[in-house]
């Protein structure tokens, strides 16, 4: 799944090798997926991403928003989509849901797992897609700051029975965290992903606070998660202290074996005593 981390490293590189380009024909690829989600009819597409330009890609939280100028833009991520860019269609997916084949014969193609976006949207009105939610505020971005940061505490009533793993994944939420980077950073914290919000004390919302940003520039340094793949197919640098592999094993910090639950639509995991509930 794309969250922060690859969305950023995916936009740099798309912006660095596709600004400029000319899309010479693009379409909904060779395969329907219920969970791709699209915006338009395959005609729709075709017309217009024919002979339009890319612009400069940018990163949003986990969206990947792709300018097609002159009036589109492309809105990848925050799902399971695989973005890929070909000198040869000899390399493509066997399932594609977005193609775009550019002049001088270079491709990129989207093939969706799971669920994803493949939507394309008039410029004018895509930041209010649900998807895009341009007005939010993602992490590494210069409005996360701390004291944005203690206003979503703030905001929350006294009585919220509201999780920290609910407050940081849902809506409100931290725009670009999903259940994937969410595991190290509450690590990094010594937070339990159940503990409730308005338990968190302010030191603590601090130290939150600095184990997002540390955590999630720190998978951008490194090309993103391990599990996921960049623009040209290649694994991000990144392993991940707590995953599906690390269950059982020793806490690095504290020896204690690592535990999984399952919570809120996702695994968890976390180590007991560093991490107490
Ligand atoms: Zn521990």
């Known amino acids: 799944m794309i969250e922060l981390p690859e969305a950023t490293v995916i936009a740099r590189q798309m912006s660095a090798e596709l600004a400029g380009r000319r899309i010479a024909e693009g379409n909904r690829g060779n395969s329907t997926h219920k969970f791709a989600f699209c915006s338009g009819t395959p005609e729709e597409y075709e017309a217009i991403l024919k002979g339009a330009v890319v612009g400069e890609a940018k990163g949003h939280g986990s969206a990947i928003l792709v300018p097609i100028e002159p009036d589109h833009v492309l809105v990848l991520g925050g799902g399971g989509e695989s973005i890929l860019y070909h000198h040869s269609t000899r390399t493509f997916p066997k399932k594609t849901h977005l193609m775009l084949r550019f002049e001088r014969d270079t491709y990129l193609t989207v093939t969706v797992q799971g669920w994803g976006n493949v939507l394309l949207l008039p410029q004018a009105t895509a930041g209010s897609h649900r998807h895009v939610a341009a007005e939010k505020i993602a992490p590494l971005s210069d409005g996360f700051t701390w004291e944005y940061f203690r206003g979503l505490f703030e905001a929350l009533d006294e009585g919220s029975s509201k999780s920290i793993k609910g407050f940081?994944?849902?809506?409100?939420?931290?725009?670009?965290?999903?259940?994937?980077?969410?595991?190290?950073?509450?690590?990094?914290?010594?937070?339990?992903?159940?503990?409730?919000?308005?338990?968190?004390?302010e030191d603590e919302q601090r130290t939150l606070y600095d184990a997002i940003v540390d955590t999630l520039s720190q998978m951008v340094e490194l090309g993103g998660r391990e599990s996921e793949r960049d623009l040209y197919g290649n694994r991000g640098r990144y392993v991940r202290i707590l995953d599906s592999k690390t269950q059982s094993r020793p806490c690095p910090e504290c020896g204690t074996p690592i535990e999984k639950t399952q919570y809120l639509g996702g695994a968890v995991y976390f180590c007991p005593s560093c991490q107490a509930q």
């Not at 940081?168 to 409730?196: F, M, T």
């Open 168 to 201: 940081l994944i849902s809506e409100p939420g931290v725009w670009g965290i999903g259940n994937g980077c969410l595991q190290d950073i509450l690590y990094q914290a010594k937070i339990h992903p159940k503990r409730r919000v308005v338990d968190i004390a």
